[in-house]
C-alpha cells in the first residue's frame, strides 16, 4: 500500500530527529503535529482509501500519529533535563528564595488557649469519634426517645434502625469517659459538632465545641461557679463582667447560661449582642442524677457539674470576627491576620 510505503518513510524520519532544547522540541510539533504538519495533511488520505481497506488504513493512521506524539514528548522531557542548572552553573552567594511562613487557625489558637486554662485547673483532655449512636449522643444524657428536648437539636443521621449520626455535641466524648472510668472524673472535651441549620453570619452547619465534665464527691453549684469565673477572666481579662442566668438542659439540673459583657460595644448595646450588652458565651449545671445513674455513678455519693460552649463564639468576641463563615472559608485574606498571634 503507497499509503504504509508513506508512512514508513516519515517513521524513519521520527525517528532519526535529534534535538535536546526547547526550539527543537517546538520545530518537530510544527512540522509534524501542527495544524498544517505532516500528520494532519496524511490523515486526509483516509477519503481516498477504498471502503474495504479504511478499517486497517484507520489504524495505520492512528498507530502513526500516536508514535508521532510519544517522539514530541521524549523531546520536551529532554529539554526540561537540558535546562536544569548543573552544580557547577549555581550561585551560591545569590540571596534564597522567600519562604511563605504559615500561621494556625484562628479557631485552633483559642482551642489551644481554652485547653490549657482548664489544664491548669486539672482538666484532662478528652475526645471521641465524629459519628457516634444514639445511645452515647442523646439516650445516655437524659434524652430518652421521643423526649422533646431532643428537638432542639436539628439532627444529620448517617444510619437508621440502628441510628447512627454526626455528633451534634461533644458530650457523647463524656458519656465514653463516664461509661470506663469511675468518679473522680475531670476532663475537658473539644472537638466539632454538627447540626441541620441554614448557614448564615450568626450559624453554621458544623462548629467546634469545647465540653467540660467534673465529677466527684461533694461537687457544688459553686465550684462550677468559681471555674468558669476563673476561665472568663483568663481568657478575656480580669475586667470582664460576668452574670449567670437560670436556663434548661437535659442533662444538668439545676442548669444555668453564662453571659459576659460584650466586648464590641463594651455593654453600650450593638447587634452583635442584640442591643443588650451582654453574649451567652456557654450553658452549664450540676450533672442530673439520671445521667449519672445511665453509667452506675450513685448521685447519692457523687455529684458534678458540666459545661459546653462553641469555639467560634469564643473566637468572634476575642478577635471580634463578626461572620462565622470566614472561619472555614480559607480566605487567605483573613487568615493573614493571626499571623502575630501566639
Not at 428537638?151 to 448517617?158: A, K
Not at 481579662?237 to 460595644?265: H, Q
Amino acid at each position: 500500500m503507497e499509503l504504509s510505503a508513506q508512512i514508513d518513510q516519515y517513521k524513519k524520519e521520527i525517528e532519526a530527529f535529534a534535538g535536546e532544547n526547547g526550539e527543537a522540541a517546538e520545530t518537530f510539533r510544527i512540522k509534524y503535529l501542527g495544524t498544517k504538519g505532516i500528520v494532519k495533511n496524511i490523515m486526509q488520505e483516509m477519503k481516498n482509501v477504498p471502503a474495504d481497506k479504511k478499517k486497517e488504513a484507520g489504524q495505520l493512521l492512528n498507530s502513526f500519529k500516536q508514535f508521532a506524539e510519544a517522539k514530541y514528548e521524549t523531546l520536551k522531557q529532554l529539554s526540561a533535563i537540558s535546562h536544569q542548572p548543573s552544580a557547577k552553573n549555581i550561585d551560591y552567594t545569590l540571596p534564597g528564595d522567600d519562604i511563605t511562613i504559615g500561621t494556625r487557625h484562628p479557631l485552633s489558637i483559642v482551642r489551644s488557649q481554652i485547653i490549657s486554662i482548664f489544664s491548669r485547673l486539672g482538666f484532662i483532655l478528652a475526645e471521641g469519634p465524629e459519628i457516634e449512636d444514639d445511645w452515647h449522643n442523646f439516650t445516655s444524657m437524659n434524652m430518652p426517645e421521643n423526649h422533646p428536648a431532643r428537638d432542639m437539636q436539628d439532627t444529620f443521621y448517617v444510619q437508621k434502625n440502628p441510628d447512627w449520626l454526626l455528633r451534634t455535641h461533644t458530650s457523647s466524648v463524656q458519656a465514653r469517659v463516664m461509661e470506663k472510668q469511675k468518679p473522680p472524673i475531670r476532663i475537658i472535651c473539644p472537638g466539632r459538632v454538627y447540626r441541620n441549620e441554614t448557614i448564615s453570619a450568626r450559624a453554621h452547619c458544623f462548629f467546634h465545641q469545647v465540653e467540660g465534665l467534673y465529677v466527684a464527691e461533694n461537687v457544688s453549684f459553686a465550684d462550677l461557679k468559681q471555674t468558669l469565673y476563673f476561665f472568663v477572666r483568663e481568657m478575656f481579662g480580669k475586667d470582664a463582667k460576668i452574670r449567670f442566668r437560670p436556663s434548661y438542659f437535659p442533662f444538668t439540673e439545676p442548669s444555668a447560661e453564662m453571659d459576659i459583657d460584650c466586648l464590641i460595644c463594651h455593654g453600650k448595646g450593638c447587634n452583635v449582642c442584640k442591643h443588650t450588652g451582654w453574649v451567652e458565651i456557654l450553658g452549664s449545671g450540676m450533672v442530673h442524677p439520671n445521667t449519672l445513674k445511665n453509667f452506675d455513678i450513685d448521685p447519692e455519693i457523687y455529684t458534678g457539674f458540666a459545661f459546653g460552649m462553641g469555639i467560634e463564639r469564643i473566637c468572634q468576641l476575642k478577635y471580634r470576627v463578626n461572620d462565622l463563615r470566614l472561619y472555614s472559608q480559607d480566605d487567605v485574606r483573613f487568615l493573614k491576620q493571626f499571623a502575630g498571634v501566639v
